[in-house]
């Protein structure tokens, strides 16, 4: 068995902020995924029915298949770049970010191991990410569900590359990172959370980008602000507070915001040529036109004072070619202004 210390020197110096190995098995918390999709927690997240085995058992996404090289990188936290779009989506598309990287380490412990097998994975096969990477011990997954590394938070992504080669694993943590806390769960703004399990079908990540239909209109005042993505869990837990931070690690540049605040005037209006002007590049391309029109529409409910939003809300709301998930959300945040 080959030790890992190689191979984690090998992803810090590529640039990863943690880096650990785990078997490739079934990850600790593997049961847990039945329960939650038994339950239809996952929502508007159907995909996550699918690949049910592989999901559960990660052997069968790359024959042979005998360790897991888990990683992450962080990205910029919200008192950084602000706003009503998640932090993690506002720098350049992490898949490609991370899988740019993840390839240059594939391609060099080839050479070095020419009868193994590597495949490098960030979001782009069914497996456990958050619980593999726990395993590894890059840290330990928080009541909101989320991967927390104490000294660092958890504005982290994450990746993985997939060997045939046995590598010793490294130590995970026992360590319970929240103890008594509920600030995530209080915090809430949809009461999304239960310890260690989220519903999509309330999470406001879920409804803005991964619910491709009418948003609930009972959601619509939880959601606020937000257009894409929600950071509210993360800033309220204790790990992710400026000053608990004990390592200071380099971000990447490539996770630097890229574009400044979106305005609802603008994103009313856009075309889908627009759309592609602005958020090209971004995780934010995972919303379609449609879905960014109705988000800004649940949005707009935020800004009652603003007559020139108001007259946009008013055309949409009442024009029978809009799309009905964004016609809709139009009509709601008309009521909501009515009675505001
Ligand atoms: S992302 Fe927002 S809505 Fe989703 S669980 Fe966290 S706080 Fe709740
Ligand atoms: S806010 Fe508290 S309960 Fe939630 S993940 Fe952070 S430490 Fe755990």
Partial sequence: MLTAR???????????????????????????????????????????????????DPTGLL????????????????????????????????????????????DAWQKQYPQASFRAC???????????????????????????????????????????????????????????CTRCIDACPTDAIRPWEVDARRCIAALTIECREVIPADFHEGIGSWLFGCDVCQQVCPHNQPKERS??????????????????HEILVWTADDRLDRLQGTPMMRATLDMWRRNACVAAAEHGGDVELQRLIERIADSDDEPKMVREAARNTRIRLSEA
Wanted: charged share 25%; with cysteine; net charge negative.
């Fill in 63 to 106: 024959p042979g298949a005998a360790s897991i090289i888990c990683v992450a990188d962080r990205y910029e936290p919200p008192e950084l770049s602000g706003g009503q779009i998640a932090a993690y989506a506002k720098g350049r598309d992490y898949h490609r970010v991370m899988k740019r990287r993840l390839h240059r380490l594939c």
């Fill in 6 to 56: 190689p191979f984690v020197e090998d992803c810090i110096d590529e640039g990863f902020a943690l880096a650990g190995v785990t078997p490739c098995a079934p990850p600790p918390r593997a049961e847990l995924l039945r329960a939650w999709l038994a339950e239809g927690l996952a929502g508007s997240m159907q995909w996550m029915h699918r690949n049910i085995e592989l999901r559960e």
């Fill in 247 to 264: 390592k200071d690690l380099q971000i990447d540049s490539d996770y630097r915001p890229r574009l400044d605040a979106l305005r609802l």
């Fill in 122 to 180: 960030v979001d782009s096969a069914p497996i456990m990410e958050r619980a593999h990477a726990e395993a590894a011990g890059l840290g330990r997954i928080g009541k909101h569900t989320l991967l927390i590394e104490q000294g660092i938070g958890s504005w982290l992504l994450l990746g993985e590359v997939l060997t045939t080669l046995e590598i010793a694993p490294t130590p995970s943590s026992e360590d319970d990172p929240c103890g008594t």
